[in-house]
């Protein structure tokens, strides 16, 4: 059964796309935290980080490097911005589907609730 992701990357689901190349695809969050708020997922339907393998690195990589370059071409590397992986209950996961949120457009309290 696909993932909600994976129907969003199939267009069963629509979806603000930001970004879109092999390994990756990166959308606006339904419900923003943030000015801007975006989710940066694998296509692979890896559920959660810590459940990623060695076989995931470039893939794990590649969503950060991905994450970098959306904040530098939105203009948020400047005033700064951040990116978050919730794993399980207590992480705050709901989708079980990796994937790295990058906010910012704001400033961002520490320590996260
Ligand atoms: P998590 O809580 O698992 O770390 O993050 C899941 C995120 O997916 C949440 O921030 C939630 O707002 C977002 N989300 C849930 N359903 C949809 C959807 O159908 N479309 C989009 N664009 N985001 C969604």
Known sequence: MKTLFEKIYDGEIPAD????DEICCAFRDISPQAP???LVTP????PR???ATPADQEILGHLLL???????DLGLAETGFRTVINHGPHGGETVPH????????????WPPG
């Open 17 to 20: 796309i930001v970004h879109r």
């Open 36 to 38: 801007t708020h975006i």
């Open 43 to 46: 296509r692979k339907a890896i």
């Open 49 to 51: 980080i810590g459940e």
């Open 66 to 72: 991905t994450a970098g370059k959306i904040a530098r």
């Open 98 to 109: 990796l994937h790295v949120h990058l906010l910012g457009g704001r400033q961002l309290t």
